[in-house]
């Protein structure tokens, strides 16, 4: 059975500090897509990592793929207020399969 | 943005009742997809199409029904809605393939009394 997990599910951290979301899959797959949606809002795409090894970058979130380890990381430096969302990371097979979210909180 | 768009964005409906929705772009993409956002169940796929009139069940299709007549259309209809039914409804578009990047509707609140 293919799987995403995500964890943390739920993230509080305060502004300023550094942290990483993880996103493990259960098959061979080397395309993985970050998204982000705000509160009552639509999702939106952030990053596609389509090899072993990609790193992307975007302002304070930077994402990367591990293929041989099935995990990929979403770091977020220095946190700042507009950063709280929640996250997906949605794993490329036949169609998208997605993780359960991790819904982040970053305090003033 | 990728143009789509989703009609009605609120609606309340009773239990039994019939209801549709409806998914719009202008992008041309080939892909649509229908899925559903529950608390603590992420985002769960119904319905997907990958051409006019080509289309296939996700995950969660049971009470689901979809049609694609034109390329920028792809209805979803609930033929006879029930409590279980209440959620948010978000519309995708991927372009030339099923794992290509998904862009996203702005989503149908549906509430089944």
């Known amino acids: 059975e293919l799987k995403v997990e995500q964890n943390p599910l739920f993230l509080s951290m305060q502004e300023g500090k550094n942290y990483t979301i993880y996103c493990n899959y259960s098959t061979t797959s080397d395309r993985l897509y970050w998204y982000r949606q705000d509160p009552g809002k639509s999702l939106e795409s952030l990053f596609v990592?389509?090899?072993n090894g990609a790193v992307k970058q975007e302002g304070r979130l930077m994402a990367s793929l591990d293929t041989k380890a099935r995990l990929s990381t979403l770091h977020i430096t220095a946190a700042v207020h507009d950063l709280s969302a929640t996250y997906f990371c949605?794993?490329?097979?036949?169609?998208?399969?997605w993780g359960a979210g991790t819904k982040l909180i970053i305090k003033p | 943005d990728a143009g789509i768009t989703q009609s009605p964005r609120h609606k309340v409906t009773e239990t039994g009742t019939p209801v549709t929705l409806r998914c719009h772009q202008t992008?041309?993409?080939?892909?649509m997809y229908w899925y559903r956002q529950d608390p603590g169940h992420g985002l769960r796929l119904i319905h997907y199409?990958?051409?006019?009139?080509?289309?296939d069940k996700g995950e969660v299709s049971d009470g689901y029904s979809v049609s694609r007549s034109k390329t920028e259309d792809f209805l979803l209809t609930l033929e006879s809605a029930t409590s279980s039914q209440t959620s948010v409804y978000f519309c995708?578009?991927?372009?030339?393939?099923?794992?290509?990047?998904?862009?996203f509707g702005p989503g149908t609140r549906l509430t089944v009394l």
């Open positions: 995708a578009i991927s372009g030339t393939s099923g794992t290509d990047t998904q862009y």
């Open positions: 992008e041309n993409h080939r892909y």
């Open positions: 949605a794993l490329a097979e036949y169609q998208l399969i």
């Open positions: 199409s990958y051409g006019v009139k080509d289309t």
């Open positions: 990592l389509l090899s």
